[in-house]
C-alpha cells in the first residue's frame, strides 16, 4: 500500500470516475485467502496485481475525507487544536473493503488485524497545519519559495512541525508525510482542478510552490473573515474556476 493525500472538504464516496474520495490506487496488490464459515481456508490465495480489478472491487465503507476528518476534528470552521504530536492529528488509518467485504491482515498469532490504508487529510490552504487557514499560511508559503527560490529545495521544509522546531530535513521530528500534506495543502491553484493528475499521490518535489498560492491563500482568509463560508466553493472563487 501506499499513503494518499486528501481534502477535509472532499465529501465524495469513492468511485472510479470523478477522481474524489479515497483512491483504489492506495492499493497497489492484494493477496487474498479466502476464510470460510468452517474456519477452513482456501488452498491456494488469490493474488490481485491488476489496478483495474482493484479498482473494481476495492470500497472503503461510505466513508469520506470529509467524514473521517470531521469526525475527528468537528465541523467547519469549529475544528480543534490538533495534537502536539508530529504525524499524528492529521493521519487517518482507513479501513478497507474488497467486494463489500472487510479484509483482515493474516498474522501468525491468530490476532488477525483490519486491514487499512494511510490517509493524510488537512485543510486545503493550511500550510502549518492547525486544521486553520489564516495569514500565518500565506506567510508560511513565501518563507518556503523564498528558500527554495535560493537553491534549498530538499532541505527547506514547509511543515515546520507544530512547535516550530523544524528547520530542514535533516532535523529530528521531520515527517515526510506531514511534509508531503503540507505542500499538497498549500499548493491551492494546481491545474486544472484540485483532483486531477493523480494530485492525491505527488509528493512535494512534483509541485510548484511560489508567491501565487500564497496570495491566493490570503485572499481566501479574506474572504472567510468576512463570513464567507470557508470550502471549495468560496476556493474556487478565490481561483476563478
Not at 468511485?15 to 493477496?31: A, C, D, M
Not at 512547535?163 to 530535513?169: A, H
Not at 515527517?175 to 500534506?181: A, C, I, K, P, S
Not at 492525491?200 to 473573515?225: G, H, Q
Amino acid at each position: 500500500v501506499r499513503e494518499g493525500y486528501y481534502f477535509s472538504h472532499d465529501d465524495a464516496q469513492y468511485n472510479t470516475v470523478s477522481g474524489r474520495g479515497f483512491q483504489s490506487g492506495q492499493i497497489e496488490s492484494l493477496t487474498i485467502q479466502y476464510v470460510y464459515m468452517d474456519g477452513s481456508v482456501s488452498q491456494e490465495p488469490v493474488v490481485v496485481n491488476d489496478p483495474a480489478e482493484i479498482a473494481a472491487y476495492i470500497s472503503f465503507g461510505g466513508e469520506t475525507p470529509a467524514s473521517e476528518f470531521d469526525a475527528r476534528f468537528g465541523t467547519a470552521p469549529g475544528y480543534s487544536a490538533p495534537s502536539s504530536q508530529i504525524g499524528e492529528s492529521n493521519k487517518f488509518d482507513v479501513t478497507v473493503y474488497y467486494a463489500g467485504k472487510e479484509l483482515l491482515l493474516s498474522n501468525p498469532n491468530g490476532d488477525n488485524a483490519v486491514f487499512t490504508v494511510p490517509a493524510y487529510i488537512g485543510v486545503k490552504g493550511d500550510a502549518d497545519l492547525n486544521n486553520v487557514v489564516n495569514s500565518s499560511d500565506a506567510s508560511e508559503v513565501l518563507r518556503f519559495y523564498a528558500a527554495n527560490s535560493a537553491g534549498k529545495l530538499g532541505s527547506a521544509v514547509l511543515f515546520r512541525g507544530y512547535d516550530l522546531s523544524v528547520s530542514d530535513s535533516s532535523n529530528d521530528g521531520y515527517d515526510v508525510y506531514m511534509e508531503n500534506l503540507a505542500n499538497f495543502l498549500a499548493d491551492v491553484d494546481h491545474e486544472p482542478d484540485e483532483y486531477s493528475d493523480d494530485n492525491w499521490k505527488k509528493p512535494r518535489e512534483d509541485r510548484t510552490m511560489n508567491s501565487s498560492d500564497s496570495s491566493y491563500i490570503l485572499a481566501y482568509y479574506a474572504k472567510i473573515s468576512s463570513g464567507i463560508p470557508v470550502g471549495s466553493a468560496t476556493w474556487d472563487n478565490v481561483l476563478g474556476r
